[in-house]
């Protein structure tokens, strides 16, 4: 049985590119949690101050239309990441773009004094579920820009390119 060195190598993915897609599934799922709880469970809730400035029924309206963007956006997002995972440069760049924009979103943020709250407590909480995330795309994307990971990368699309 003879083998392939490109074959191997297709089928061989980088402790880097299995990292980096855990803490994209890690990213998607901290997302969740914060949504939750915002929404949800701590007072005051998401869901309450928009039944105090909306009412009940446009309150749930609204918190559906939140879930809904969540689960498309997460959605899109765990198939960029299982793309990626299988070597698609094209989504290795969709997620670094869309890293760059979290970051951008988080740092716009900040710049608008988001975190001035009265306690510490809120402060830390506010910083912990807006940079969280964001820190697990960051490394993420780092990871999938490594040495072994561009090599990785280049060799699917060698791959890619022969089979067509």
Do not use: C, H
Not at 11 to 30: D, G, H, N, W
Not at 41 to 49: F, H, Q, R
Not at 58 to 63: C, F, G, L, W
Not at 139 to 146: E, N, P, Y
């Amino acid at each position: 049985m003879t083998t392939n060195p490109e074959t191997d190598q297709r089928r061989t993915r980088p402790k880097q590119v299995e990292t980096a897609f855990l803490l994209l599934l890690a990213a998607i799922a901290v997302d969740a949690l914060v949504w939750t709880l915002d929404t949800f469970v701590i007072a005051p809730s998401g869901l309450d101050e928009m039944r105090n400035e909306m009412g009940e029924g446009q309150a749930i309206q609204q918190a559906a239309m939140s879930a809904g963007f969540l689960i498309l956006t997460s959605g899109l997002f765990l198939f960029f990441a299982f793309q990626m995972r299988q070597g698609r440069n094209w989504a290795r760049n969709t997620l670094a773009a869309a890293g760059a924009l979290v970051a951008f979103f988080l740092i716009n943020s900040m710049s608008m004094n988001e975190f001035d709250k009265a306690s510490t407590a809120d402060v830390i909480y506010d910083v912990f579920i807006s940079v969280s995330p964001v820190f697990l795309v960051a490394g993420a994307v780092l990871l999938m820009f490594r040495p072994t990971a561009n090599t990785y990368f280049s060799g699917m699309k060698r791959t890619d390119q022969q089979a067509a």
